[in-house]
């Protein structure tokens, strides 16, 4: 009877001790650990409403033949929130990227990067394309067609051989002016260029998701 009973003891304190050293091993510690609510993902196909970084700039005015993307920096306009009302990227966030020209289609900006607290992140998405056009006519009042604009390099150009005005560096996008100028303006009037509202027409659409 004492045998047996010491067997029925040593085969308790067996699996006793054989549960204790299992233990560390159950997925009880991992359920308790909390979720990291601190990473999120822009899912792509999000719009991001912008505006202009420097809010002087009220439009830009692009030749149709400006041959080189234009640095430019826009900001977000609104809070970036989740489902549960959490804000993932606050209005004011710097967005950087690239203005193009497609002469026979229209104006779009390509985001490059997207500056969130201390790190700079790629962002991969467009603007939709913008097709407004503004006519410069020989002789216009030079001074209250650039009233506010930034001007592409080629849109310089034709603003000041058409109205005879002198345009400051500052408010140029991009380098040189387009080659065939010349050609563009001989015996010409006038000249439509393109039109961009800033704060209004370059929302940019993810086109991959933004992890942060």
Known sequence: MI????????????????????LPLMPVAQAQRLPDI??????????????????????IL????????????????????????????????VIEGEIEVLEDE?????AKEIVVGHNRLVLEGESQ??????????????????????IGAA?????????????????????AAAGGLGGLLLGRRSVDLYTVDPNADFDITLSNSLPL
């Open 3 to 22: 045998a047996l009973t010491r067997r029925t003891t040593a085969t308790l304190l067996t699996a006793t001790l054989g549960l204790t050293a299992a």
């Open 38 to 59: 601190s990473r999120a993902t822009i899912p792509s196909g999000t719009t991001l409403p912008t505006q202009a970084a420097d809010p002087e700039t009220e439009k």
């Open 62 to 93: 692009l030749a149709k033949n400006e041959k080189e993307e234009m640095p430019f920096t826009l900001v977000l306009a609104a809070n970036v929130r989740d489902r549960r009302d959490r804000v993932l990227i606050p209005q004011g966030t």
């Open 106 to 110: 229209g104006v779009r900006f390509v």
């Open 129 to 150: 394309l913008v097709t407004k056009t503004e006519r410069v006519r020989r002789g216009a009042d030079g001074d209250s067609i650039l009233q506010g604009a930034a």
């Open 155 to 175: 849109a310089a150009s034709v603003i000041s051989v058409l109205t005879g005005s002198r345009i400051s560096v500052g408010s140029i996008l991009g380098g």
